[in-house]
């Protein structure tokens, strides 16, 4: 006779801080350095939406036999793909927890992340093993321990649910609308995507936002409000949809990158801590930008100074010294200010056609502090 008692498998032997790309979250994704059995070290971007690990079909030699082909499909666009046995993949001396199968795929025929090219991308079959921090401000990449790490300071949680195909998902969007999920990938280097639906709802200027929801540029999510977002719409061919027919929106890398990011993917909880109020750019764009801001404060001033601008008398004084300026469009800046002894938030659309063109002003509004319409004003 024998008995034989359930345990708890031991935790993953979990691999050093990686460093952060200075690029990563400025419009370039998260690349990782994996080295194969050869000792080759090749460049794998992390990537939250892919269900499975990929590797450049450079790389097949190196992967056994072949299992099976197939096809592979990025945002709507497909290519063939074969499927071989998963290949031990180390980060740094760690061994890494894998799937049983890898694919394989031309890197010439997908888009060049931040420039760079890469070997591979390393797929939730990989991720769902590890809690994994992404802390932007440090610098650094995270595997921790969750069942013994303090996640006090990790920020609010939102529950983990799945796509059908392994992918990260929350029950938000970034408009604020109720009951329309999100995916979420770090393999998107932009701000994140909207279906079509939800796309047109967030850019209709002319219906002002329900409670709770926004418009463009803004975002909002659970309660945090985001700035100058470059959101996506989505096609009848790319939009994501689970098993049953339902649509996702998504959210990406350059927004997530505004936070300390966890994927406590053991618990299925994704934290998220707001430690940035404007997006991660590089040096050259933020003195651009700048630069442009001045140069419309200085416009509004004097506009002020004339007793032209909608909504103040030359006597009016500003709450604060800053406001906030962010870009809507191509060559059109919206800024938002507010005067001293009232609550109200004002705003001004601005355009101009080149850096030496006079600034115009296209519209002006005040809003309540919830960004309700209490006034439009007549330009001049």
């Known amino acids: 006779m024998c008995s034989c008692a359930t345990q708890n498998p031991p935790p993953p032997r979990l691999p050093a801080d ?38 450049e079909k450079s790389q097949e030699s190196k992967l056994g036999e072949r299992l099976d082909t197939g096809k592979l499909w990025n945002f709507g666009f497909e290519q063939e793909s074969a499927v071989y046995p998963a290949p ?38 990989v991720l769902q093993h590890y809690c994994i921090q992404l802390d932007f401000a440090a610098g650094k990449m995270r595997f921790l321990d969750d069942q013994r790490a303090n996640k006090k300071n990790w920020g609010k949680p939102f529950p983990l649910s799945d796509l059908g195909n392994g992918c990260p998902v929350i029950n938000e969007n970034l408009v604020g609308t109720p009951s329309s999920a999100s995916e979420i990938d770090t393999g998107c280097d932009f701000d994140g995507w909207l279906t079509p639906k939800l796309f047109q709802q967030w850019t209709n200027q ?46 990406g890398l350059h927004l997530l990158s505004r936070n300390l990011v966890t994927f406590d993917f053991p618990s299925h909880t ?32 004097h506009l002020h100074k004339k007793g032209r601008l909608p909504g103040w008398s030359k006597k009016d004084q500003p709450a604060k010294k800053e406001a ?21 938030i004002y705003h001004y659309q601005l355009t101009r056609t080149s850096k030496a063109s006079p600034w115009q002003l296209q519209k002006a509004w005040r809003t309540d502090q919830n960004d309700h319409l209490i006034e439009a004003y007549p330009t001049p």
């Open 18 to 55: 990686v460093a952060l790309g200075r690029d990563a979250g400025r419009g370039a994704d998260i690349f990782v350095m994996l080295r194969l059995d050869d000792g080759e070290s090749l460049p794998f971007i992390m990537d939250t939406g892919a269900p499975i690990t990929i590797v």
């Open 88 to 125: 031990r993949l180390y980060l740094g001396n760690t061994p890494l927890l894998r799937g049983s199968n890898v694919a394989t795929f031309d890197r010439k025929k997908l888009s060049f992340h931040g420039g760079r090219a890469f070997a591979g991308v390393l797929g939730m079959d």
């Open 206 to 251: 002319a219906q002002f936002p329900a409670n709770g929801e926004t418009r463009s540029p803004k975002g909002i999510l659970a309660g945090e409000t985001y700035q100058e977002l470059d959101l996506h719409e989505t096609t009848e061919k790319s939009v994501l949809r689970d098993d049953a027919g339902a649509e996702f929106n998504g959210i």
């Open 270 to 301: 994704l934290y998220l801590k707001r430690t940035r109020t404007w997006p991660l750019i590089d040096k050259d764009e933020e003195a651009r930008l700048k630069s442009t801001a001045n140069s419309a404060a200085d416009f509004l001033s």
């Open 324 to 344: 906030a300026f962010h870009f809507d469009s191509a060559g059109t800046y919206i800024f938002d200010v507010s005067k001293k002894g009232d609550l109200s």
